[in-house]
Structure formats: C-alpha cells, structure tokens
T-cell receptor, first 114, second 112 residues
Framework: GENVEQHPSTLSVQEGDSAVIKCTYS??????FPWYKQELGKRPQLIID?????GEKKDQRIAVTLNKTAKHFSLHITETQPEDSAVYFC?????????????FGKGTRLSVIA | DVKVTQSSRYLVKRTGEKVFLECVQD?????MFWYRQDPGLGLRLIYF???????EKGDIPEGYSVSREKKERFSLILESASTNQTSMYLC???????????FGQGTRLTVV
C-alpha cells in the first residue's frame, strides 16, 4: 500500500507571506492527491486536489503542484491570512485503482501571525 | 451537502468497558471509514466498509471491531477499552469509485 510523508510538521508565517507544505508518496502508480484542512475543533475538509494527469492546479490563493518523477506534491498558500491557520493533511489512495481508502500524512500545523 | 454525524462529541469511559461509537451519513454513500487522530501521527485508518455487512481491516485494527448493518450507519466498537485508546475518532464516507472523503465532526474519547 501507499506511504505518505509530510513536511514540515509545524510552520509559522507572517500574515501576507506564502506557505508551502510538501508531501512525498511511495507508489508511482498513485493518481489522486487531495489536501484537507482542519481548523481547530472542526472536521477535516477537502480544500483542493490534483490528479496525476496535470502538474498544477490553482484555486484563488491556494495551489497544488505535482512532480510525478520525484513522487512529491506540494500545497502553496499565497497572501496568507489568519483564517488560514489550521492543520493541513495531504493524502493519497492506499492503492492506485479501485475503491480504496485514503492514506494521510501526519499533518502540518500552520500558524499565520498577524 | 453531505452530512456525516457522529453520535457523541465527547465521551469518557472506564478501562475495560465496551464502547460503541456511532456514525451516520445521509448521502447514500457506499464507503465508510473509521480513522483515529493523534497529535503527530495524523489520521490512521482503523477499519472501513464498502457495503452492508462488509468490513476490511485498516492499518491499526487491534482492539477494535466494526458493524455495518445498514448502509447509512457504521459503528466502531472497542471491545475492552484501554487508556491507550484515548484519542479523537473520525468517521468518514465516500461515494463508490470516488476517493473524496467527507468527515464527521469527531468523537473525543477519554478512557480512564
């Protein structure tokens, strides 16, 4: 099955700066890479995802990039705001095909300092 | 909007008790999952189910069992609660053939 590593475990940035969180995965056949955001006391929610047939996807201030050769994908948040403070999880399917649960990274706690 | 509801937000149980955590989803999803969340360890899969009366072990099934008698309900059972099962438990569901998981609000279980 898949193994996902996530770095850093904590990240502090000044409001307005950019934040980058990186994940690596082990199975070169993996084809779907979501990012979840969990605010304090709330449930994880999907914020953006990318499939293996594209290299980058953007949604306003957030973007995800995928490097299939190196087997890593990254979350980029620009112009950070205090409401971006949360724990972020990357994930990949346990197996590349079929009905399969997600394997999650260990999470990154992002703090945006006003 | 998909709704995944867990029966309790907070639960305190004694060592050795049998504990039931309930999860209900209202979007007719075939897939349901139980994860455990601990600081520094992320979300770890305990059990999952793709259909009624069907279950599969995840990465950390020891000390747990599950029940899925109805499509919308997936129960996690701690046969004999121990202090190392103190944790946040998250239920999730997804549509068959898709991977996006929708999470419940979580149950913070404390075993004393």
């Amino acid at each position: 099955g898949e193994n996902v590593e996530q770095h850093p475990s904590t990240l502090s940035v000044q409001e307005g700066d950019s934040a980058v969180i990186k994940c690596t995965y082990s199975d070169s056949a993996s084809n779907y890479f979501p990012w979840y955001k969990q605010e304090l006391g709330k449930r994880p929610q999907l914020i953006i995802d990318i499939r293996s047939n594209v290299g980058e996807k953007k949604d306003q201030r957030i973007a995800v990039t995928l490097n299939k050769t190196a087997k890593h994908f990254s979350l980029h948040i620009t112009e950070t705001q205090p409401e971006d403070s949360a724990v972020y999880f990357c994930a990949a399917p346990s197996f590349p095909s079929g009905n399969t649960p997600l394997v999650f990274g260990k999470g990154t706690r992002l703090s945006v300092i006003a | 909007d998909v709704k995944v509801t867990q029966s309790s937000r907070y639960l305190v149980k004694r060592t050795g008790e049998k504990v039931f955590l309930e999860c209900v989803q209202d979007m007719d999803h075939e897939n349901m999952f139980w994860y455990r969340q601990d600081p520094g360890l992320g979300l770890r899969l305990i059990y999952f189910s793709y259909d009624v009366k069907m279950k599969e072990k995840g990465d950390i099934p020891e000390g747990y069992s599950v029940s899925r008698e109805k499509k919308e309900r997936f129960s996690l059972i701690l046969e004999s609660a121990s202090t190392n099962q103190t944790s946040m438990y998250l239920c999730a569901s997804s549509l068959v053939g898709t991977t996006e998981a929708f999470f419940g609000q979580g149950t913070r279980l404390t075993v004393v």
